[in-house]
């Protein structure tokens, strides 16, 4: 949070969205971007980083691990590979702020060095289930100290050696899969993770892109440990999780008609157009290409009548973090929308059941929480206030649906925007919605 208070976004109610625009990088695969450069032998030049403070705080931590980086200039790295072995000891925490992804997947990379490192960040991420992790990479023979909870900060203490093991993961998690696999370049063996549903594949792809070989037989990833990676150029497309917001919001306000420019549609995350279209929206995906081993289109999206659904198991992994714009979108549907199986929804930056059920509530919409997903009534939305609790995706979703509300919407607590998607309010502002920012206290 900002010295001079906290930021607050007041949206006017009703206007739609149109124009072009390019939404900043993936975050997923920033992180993986700065982690897989770091390690590898030479130099890697990234296009299209997210320069979001959750992908910052990775590139600050591979700094305070001596790794040189050049950059951010405009999504600009150019990053100096220390080598596998070539991190240095930090000369303090590594503070991740908000930042999941750092944490989890950083856990797994130094489980393998051979010095002492601490993980911590802010009062969300400190809150948040580790043990998912901690479990498995201690069976890999990793020494973590936790809280008593299990929680962070994580202490890892360089250990002599790490061995491979065969995880059947408890919960559809890329992070947990992406912090085995990446501890699992360290270790001694194979090292295998199999998961119950498809999940984002971003770091498989990418260490097939540094040219390190990684094997998948159904839901089954291995690697084998010790190789090296090679670096490689990487063009970081635009992230679908932020262009979710804009897919929304075009479909819900009338005589909207955007495209979206240059969006990552790989199949582990097309989630939430898989969701919008069942549900009557006008998504068109155009000149679909290959960007560096992931997928991207143009998306162009225009105004559409939604209804309610039921929506389909398989595509709660694939649509994870839209969940809160697509809660937005069943308010808008004609009908009931009901969403089970998504209990991951409660341990994210917020519990994002109970945080987006108490927001629509507060603007009028019937929505009723349980205890694994939500059942949303469609109909009219009030204005209001909205606490976002600090929540990036909370604070955004709620913007997006003064596009459709009666009276303006004021959210609190929007500072954490910044994790994922700087810049948002000028180009939400720009394509349409009637948004300012300020600060109080
Ligand atoms: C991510 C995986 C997902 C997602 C998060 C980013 C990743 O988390 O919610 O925003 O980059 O691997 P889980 O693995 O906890 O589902």
Redesign the pocket.
């Known amino acids: 949070m900002s010295a001079s208070g906290r930021l607050l976004f007041s949206i006017d109610a009703g206007g739609c969205l149109s124009g072009r625009l390019r939404v900043p990088g993936d975050?997923?695969?920033s992180?993986?971007a700065v982690m897989l450069g770091a390690l590898a032998s030479g130099i890697t030049r990234v296009s299209g980083f997210l320069e979001g403070e959750d992908s910052l705080a990775t590139l600050r931590a591979f700094r305070l691990m001596g790794v040189d980086i050049e950059g951010p200039d405009n999504g600009r790295l150019r990053i100096q590979g220390a080598g596998m072995h070539g991190l240095r000891a930090p000369d303090r925490p590594l503070d991740l702020g908000n930042s999941?992804?750092s944490m989890?997947?950083l856990a797994g990379l130094m489980s393998g060095q051979n010095f002492t490192v601490t993980l911590t960040g802010d009062s969300s991420l400190l809150s948040r289930p580790m043990r998912?992790i901690t479990e498995p990479l201690t069976r890999m023979g990793a020494c973590i100290e936790t809280g008593s909870d299990g929680t962070a900060p994580l202490r890892i203490v360089g250990c002599e050696r790490l061995i491979g093991i065969d995880y059947l993961l408890p919960?559809?998690?890329?992070?947990?899969?992406?912090c085995l696999l990446l501890a699992g370049l360290y270790a001694e063996g194979e090292t295998c993770v199999s998961e119950p549903a498809p999940?984002?594949d971003?770091?498989e792809r990418m260490l097939g892109g540094f040219g390190y070989p990684v094997r998948r037989d159904g839901n089954r990833i291995c690697l084998t440990g010790r190789g090296v990676l090679t670096a490689t150029d990487l063009d970081i497309p635009a992230d679908i999780?932020s262009a979710a917001f804009f897919l929304v919001g075009a479909t819900i306000a009338e005589k909207s008609d955007l495209l979206l420019e240059h969006v990552g549609i790989n199949p582990t995350r097309n989630g939430v157009i898989n969701i919008l279209r069942l549900m009557g929206a006008d998504i068109e995906v155009l000149n679909a290409r290959d960007a560096g081993g992931e997928q991207v289109a143009d998306l162009r999206v225009r105004s559409a009548k939604l209804r309610g659904v039921r929506i389909p198991h398989d595509q709660v992994?694939l649509a994870?973090?839209e969940f809160p714009v697509l809660f937005i979108a069943a308010a808008c549907a004609e009908g009931e929308t009901v969403l089970t199986g998504a209990e991951?929804l409660r341990?994210?930056?917020s519990d994002r059941i109970q945080v987006m059920a108490d927001g629509l509530l507060a603007l009028g919409v019937d929505a009723r929480p349980t205890a694994d997903g939500m059942i949303i009534r469609g109909g009219p939305i009030k204005g209001g206030r909205i606490r976002s609790h600090g929540d990036h995706r909370i604070a955004m979703a709620f913007a997006i649906a003064a596009l459709r509300a009666a009276n303006p919407i004021v959210i609190e607590d929007c500072d954490n925007v910044n994790t994922?998607f700087p810049g948002f309010v000028n180009l939400a502002a720009a394509a349409g919605l009637a948004i300012r920012d300020y600060r109080v206290g």
């Open positions: 975050k997923s695969i992180h993986r999941g992804t989890r997947l998912r919960m559809a998690s890329a992070q947990v899969k992406s999940t984002r971003h770091t999780s992994p994870i973090d991951e341990v994210k930056e994922s």
